[in-house]
């Protein structure tokens, strides 16, 4: 029970922290530094959660034509930088990885 208790208050204090800067936009000026360093924790978070997926699929560091989800990515990676348009770069994300996954056997 003192375990569901620690997550309660874990999890209110993370959502308190989070909400407290939506509160506060508009309301309180920040300092220009802080406002154009919170400008990259977006794609600082996005790079986090993609890199590892990307070039470290099964547990270890494979940077070769064999990796079917670094090669998609890369060329998500292209296609979000020509069209800049989010559902043409996930949708042409996966498909590669699906036609990939199928040529290379994974």
Same mark, same amino acid.
């Given at each position: 029970? =003192?375990?569901? !208790? !620690?997550?309660?208050l874990v999890g209110l204090l993370t959502y308190t922290i989070r909400l407290s800067f !939506? +509160? *506060?936009q508009g309301r309180v000026n920040m300092p220009s530094w802080f406002q154009r360093a919170v400008r990259f924790v977006p794609i600082a978070v996005l790079? /986090? +959660?993609? /890199?590892?997926?990307?070039? =470290?699929? @099964? @547990? #270890? *560091?494979? *940077?070769?034509? @064999?990796?079917?989800? $670094? +090669? /998609?990515? $890369? +060329? /998500?990676?292209g296609v979000a930088w &020509? #069209?800049? &348009? *989010?559902g043409f770069t996930i949708g042409a994300g996966m498909a590669a990885l699906l036609v990939l996954q199928i040529f290379l056997g994974h």
């Open positions: 029970m =003192n375990l569901w !208790v !620690v997550f309660l !939506v +509160l *506060v790079s /986090a +959660l993609i /890199a590892p997926e990307l070039f =470290n699929p @099964g @547990g #270890t *560091v494979d *940077v070769s034509l @064999g990796n079917a989800r $670094l +090669l /998609a990515g $890369l +060329l /998500a990676i &020509r #069209t800049k &348009r *989010v």
